[in-house]
C-alpha cells in the first residue's frame, strides 16, 4: 500500500534544542496526523492538521501543512529525553467506508541528555 | 482514560504452528483496526472492521491469515501456519464512527517472533 515518506529517517540531538521531521505525501488529504511510538509499544495521537488549516500548536508542538507542496512538518521544541521515540505521519484520505489513514516511514528521533 | 486492550504482549512460536491475537477496543468505538508493523517501518493495515463487517482486508494475506470481530466488539486476529517472515508487531486501533477527524486509538501490540 502507498506509504508518505518522511525524512530524516534518523536524528540525533541534544537535549534543549529543537527537532523537525517532515512528511510528505502523494495525493489529497482530508487531514494529516502525527504519532509517536515509544520502544516497542503502540502508537500515541500527537496532533491532527486540517487540510484547510496551514499551522497548528499544541505545547512543545508546532505542525505546518503546505498542501500545494503535499508536505508537512513536525518541530519539537525545546526536547527532552523522553521525546525519544520514533514519529510518524499518517494522512487521512477518502470518506465513508473507504476512509484511510496511509502512514510514513516514521523519523527516529535521539535526544541526548 | 480509557485503553485498547491486547493479548499476549510477546509470542514466540515455531514455523508451521498457528498463533491468535486477541483485541479489546475502546468501548463504543465501532471501527477497529488490525495492522503489521516490521521493525523500523511503518504500520501496514491488514484488516478494518465497521462493528461485525470487514470493510477493507485487500492486503490480508488471506490463505494463512484471518480476523474475526463476530459480535462487533472484540476481534481474533489469526496465523496458521505461521511463517518466519511472520515476525513483526501486531497492533490493534480503534476509532469512532462518525468521528470525522478519523484518529486512531492503539493498543501496546503484541510481538510475535517466529522460529
Known amino acids: 500500500s502507498q506509504q508518505g515518506e518522511e525524512d530524516p529517517q534518523a536524528l540525533s540531538i541534544q537535549e534543549g534544542e529543537n527537532a523537525t521531521m517532515n512528511c510528505s505525501y502523494k495525493?489529497?488529504?482530508?487531514?494529516l496526523q502525527w504519532y509517536r511510538q515509544n520502544s516497542g509499544r503502540g502508537l500515541v495521537h500527537l496532533i491532527l492538521?486540517?487540510?484547510n488549516e496551514r499551522e497548528k500548536h499544541s505545547g512543545r508542538l508546532r505542525v505546518t501543512l503546505d498542501t500545494s507542496k503535499k508536505s508537512s512538518s513536525l518541530l519539537i521544541t525545546a526536547s527532552r529525553a523522553a521525546d525519544t521515540a520514533s514519529y510518524f505521519c499518517?494522512?487521512?484520505?477518502?470518506?465513508?467506508?473507504?476512509?484511510?489513514?496511509?502512514w510514513g516511514l516514521g523519523t527516529s528521533l535521539a535526544v541526548n541528555p | 482514560e480509557a485503553e485498547v486492550a491486547q493479548s499476549p504482549r510477546y509470542k514466540i512460536t515455531e514455523k508451521s504452528q498457528a498463533v491468535a491475537f486477541w483485541c479489546d477496543p475502546i468501548s463504543g468505538h465501532a471501527t477497529l483496526y488490525w495492522y503489521r508493523q516490521i521493525l523500523g517501518q511503518g504500520p501496514e493495515l491488514l484488516v478494518q472492521f465497521q462493528d461485525e463487517s470487514v470493510v477493507d482486508d485487500s492486503q490480508l494475506p488471506k490463505d494463512r491469515f484471518s480476523a474475526e470481530r463476530l459480535k462487533g466488539v472484540d476481534s481474533t486476529l489469526k496465523i496458521q501456519p505461521a511463517e518466519l517472515g511472520d515476525s513483526a508487531m501486531y497492533l490493534c486501533a480503534s476509532s469512532r464512527i462518525g468521528q470525522l477527524t478519523y484518529e486512531q486509538y492503539f493498543g501496546p501490540g503484541t510481538r510475535l517472533t517466529v522460529t
Open positions: 495525493t489529497s488529504i482530508n487531514n
Open positions: 499518517a494522512t487521512h484520505h477518502g470518506a465513508g467506508n473507504n476512509r484511510k489513514l496511509i
Open positions: 492538521i486540517r487540510s
